[in-house]
């Protein structure tokens, strides 16, 4: 089951505000035959920007596929394993694992450090020059 999420900023009694109150009000009132509801709260994830997903496709792997000689996936593969590698200890406790982040799994502060991280590399390991996102079309 999906279940979405809403976000909200708290008035000065302490009430939400939803960006999108229809919407909240449309799910609610799908779900409200099966009884009792149940709600739970965080800080809001601010999710990537498309923007971000344009520039690092259309600019940053392509600009560095170009340098390198590798293909666009090979690149975002390459960076990725470089920057998003993580490790987890298996449950028994014996073996550390490793995978690789997806960008799909990025909030906006990952990914404005993800695309940082990929610029110095490309300047450093294949001389290439990456163009601030307002210099360029995408």
């Given at each position: 089951m999906v279940i979405p999420r809403f976000h909200f900023r708290l008035d000065?009694?302490?009430?939400?505000?939803?960006?999108?109150?229809?919407?909240?009000?449309?799910?609610?009132?799908?779900?409200?035959?099966?009884?009792?509801?149940?709600?739970?709260?965080?800080?809001?994830?601010?999710?990537k920007s498309l923007q971000q997903l344009r520039y690092i496709h259309g600019v940053i792997f392509a600009l560095c596929a170009?340098?390198?000689?590798?293909?666009?996936?090979?690149?975002?593969?390459?960076l990725k394993s470089q920057f998003l590698t993580e490790y987890v200890t298996s449950?028994?406790?014996?073996?550390?694992?490793?995978y690789v982040r997806s960008l799909a799994d990025l909030t906006m502060a990952e990914m404005s450090q993800f695309i940082d991280d990929c610029i110095i590399l490309a300047a450093?390991?294949?001389?290439?020059?990456?163009?601030?996102?307002e210099e360029v079309i995408v």
């Amino acid at each position: 089951m999906v279940i979405p999420r809403f976000h909200f900023r708290l008035d000065k009694e302490g009430w939400p505000i939803y960006d999108r109150p229809e919407v909240v009000r449309a799910y609610l009132e799908s779900i409200a035959h099966k009884g009792d509801l149940e709600a739970s709260f965080q800080p809001w994830r601010k999710e990537k920007s498309l923007q971000q997903l344009r520039y690092i496709h259309g600019v940053i792997f392509a600009l560095c596929a170009e340098a390198s000689g590798y293909t666009r996936e090979e690149v975002k593969g390459l960076l990725k394993s470089q920057f998003l590698t993580e490790y987890v200890t298996s449950p028994d406790g014996k073996k550390k694992l490793s995978y690789v982040r997806s960008l799909a799994d990025l909030t906006m502060a990952e990914m404005s450090q993800f695309i940082d991280d990929c610029i110095i590399l490309a300047a450093k390991h294949w001389s290439c020059v990456i163009p601030e996102p307002e210099e360029v079309i995408v």
